[in-house]
């Protein structure tokens, strides 16, 4: 019997939907990505700005894959990789996370509470406007993404993990610059959301130690 290959509903911290092993810790949603009932045909990168970031799992409810007209679930690394490639808490199986990223959206916007609508517009342009920004290493919080010659790599305490596209997990570590400026790939608005205190769960083979992880309930699967 011939191995099924990886199903091409993964997502890189650069946004693309790519194919590699390993579920990963979170499901996502851009509406219905993929062509025809049972064809795990992937024919477009998006079908609204609406990007969400949800649970595995929420009330038993069971999420057809590859089902004509219905949403394509994609599967990300970790927390860190979905706020990197533009999505957001869903408003609805997340909705704690959701309420703390939208409150802390309105602190660094020195605006009123935002609507859903208002954020997908603002991370949309954001994600699709690939214009590149830099920031100073050490304002960098854990759980952004910055390139590297390497590749994306994710900033955690005084090291930046590689994420490696072949595996879907962080392989090469290397040491935090402490001066200059790095060029940053998650969206700005989430960047500054991060700084200022959205705890991102980070996969565990981006830490020197396991026992590091305050998120034990979200390991790769």
Known sequence: MATQLPARNRVSPLGEIIAVAGRGAWMGNRGCLHRGRGARDVVRNHQHKTWITCALSFRDRRVPQWEQNRYTPLFFLDEAVALAAGHRPCAECRRKAYNLYR???????????????????????????????????????????????????????????????????????????????????????????????????????????????PFPEYRRR
């Open 103 to 213: 409150a802390l959206w309105a602190e660094t916007h020195s605006g009123a509470m935002p609507y859903a609508a208002d954020m997908d517009a603002r991370l949309h342009q954001e994600r699709t406007g690939h214009a590149e920004y830099r920031t100073r290493w050490e304002v960098l919080p854990d759980g952004v993404f910055v390139a590297t010659d390497s590749g994306p790599a994710v900033v955690v305490g005084g090291h930046v993990a590689i994420w490696d596209r072949h595996d879907n997990l962080y392989r090469e570590k290397r040491p935090r610059p402490k001066a200059g400026t790095a060029p940053v790939l998650t969206p700005p608005c989430t960047a500054h959301i991060l700084r200022a205190g959205y705890p991102a769960q980070i996969d565990d083979s981006a830490r020197e130690s396991a026992t590091n992880n």
